[in-house]
């Protein structure tokens, strides 16, 4: 479950920490609606490997 990080809010003036996950590919976070599973895919861009940095493109 590394791939879960905690997402800090401000409501009414309290500081609220949601697990949710986020996309190394296009940034998007969400809250999943199960912790228990990974999701297969990030539910913005669809890429199955949100879970995994780009690597170092070579030129």
Avoid: F, Q, S
């Avoid at 003036?13 to 912790?35: A, D, E, F, Q, S």
Wanted: glycine share 6%; hydrophobic share 25%.
């Amino acid at each position: 479950m590394d791939e879960i990080i905690k997402i800090m809010e401000k409501e009414a003036g309290h500081k609220v920490y949601i697990l949710g996950n986020k996309c190394y590919r296009c940034g998007h976070t969400w809250i999943p609606r199960n912790i228990e599973e990974r999701p297969a895919v990030c539910p913005k861009c669809k890429n199955p490997y949100w879970a995994k940095p780009r690597k170092k493109e070579t030129k």
